[in-house]
């Protein structure tokens, strides 16, 4: 298993992590979690990439 500490990644969340549905949220993209978590586990760092703002930003983050 590869070591990804260091290593950052932006991820979209419109259209990526999940259907793209704005200002909705859409359904979550098929296998998108699973392998965020695994990058995570080994070490990446990820930052949610979206040009939601406000109350639309939170749900995001609280949908993540």
Do not use: S
């Not at 979209?12 to 549905?21: A, L, P």
């Not at 296998?31 to 040009?51: V, Y």
């Amino acid at each position: 298993m590869r070591d990804l500490t260091n290593i950052k990644i932006a991820v979209d969340f419109d259209g990526t992590i999940v259907e793209h549905d704005y200002p909705e949220i859409g359904k979550e993209k098929l296998f998108a979690f699973i392998t965020l978590r695994e990058l995570q586990k080994r070490g990446a760092l990820l930052i949610l990439w979206t040009i939601r703002t406000g109350t639309e930003l939170d749900e995001a983050v609280e949908y993540c």
